[in-house]
């Protein structure tokens, strides 16, 4: 169980390979948006894992020896959000609600002891499309979370949306009342380094066994077993 010194709950969900997935056009319309603000064709990316955008970029631009200059940062931090949203059609045709997401989503919305948000390194338009594209959005409260554009370290993000949340549902969310959810190893750290309980779901490359071993308090294979997970997340503190 979770302990808790708050009735309220802050649950901050990944999105990419926990929630959703985009199936390559994510990754298309990054290499748009990079050649659009640099002039440059996208011959590598860099590691994207657990990793905020903007960290991403910058790594990216490394490698491509390219300048990592606050021009290139404004340019693609207005051009990837306009990308996804001229994309909005092909995102809902080639990506995909992971099973069990939605039907999740649905059962802790109806629970007003928890606010729902997410925790996500995208930054918060792209974060708020996806979404929208898949119909996710009515579920979360996406000005309780926080985004890739808010800082680079991810970790620090935990901060943030404890604070946004904390400011708008006057209930103090710190490190005994706040569960991060994602799917990878980094996902776990950005949760257990930032001061939140972290939680794995193993739909994106790594297993159950890994996602505890990393520090997860818990870890499901997938969200598809609504009763559980729902139960897990409104345990009574210890």
């Not at 340019?75 to 990837?80: K, M, P």
């Amino acid at each position: 169980m979770i302990a808790s010194r708050s009735d309220r709950r802050l649950i901050l969900w990944d999105i990419d390979h926990t929630l959703i997935e985009t199936r390559g056009v994510g990754g298309e319309l990054y290499a748009n948006a990079f050649e659009t603000a640099t002039g440059t064709p996208m011959v590598r990316k860099a590691d994207v894992t657990g990793q905020t955008e903007l960290s991403i970029l910058t790594a990216t631009l490394r490698l491509h020896g390219i300048a990592e200059d606050e021009p290139h940062l404004a340019r693609y931090t207005a051009v990837l959000p306009a990308e996804y949203h001229r994309h909005r059609a092909e995102l809902a045709r080639r990506g995909r609600v992971l099973p069990g997401a939605q039907q999740i989503l649905a059962a802790l919305a109806r629970r007003p002891e928890l606010v729902q948000s997410v925790l996500t390194g995208n930054l918060r338009e792209v974060a708020r499309i996806k979404l929208e594209v898949f119909d996710l959005d009515r579920y979360v409260d996406l000005d309780a979370g926080a985004y890739g554009d808010d800082d680079t370290d991810r970790p620090k993000l935990v901060a943030i949306a404890q604070r946004r949340a904390s400011a708008k549902y006057s209930t103090a969310f710190d490190g005994d009342n706040t569960v991060v959810i994602g799917d990878s190893s980094h996902d776990i750290n950005t949760g257990l380094h930032g001061g939140a309980h972290a939680v794995g779901v193993a739909s994106g490359g790594e297993s159950v066994e890994q996602l505890l071993a990393a520090g997860a308090v818990a870890a499901w294979p997938d969200l598809t077993d609504t009763a559980a997970i729902d139960a897990f997340l409104l345990s009574s503190p210890v």
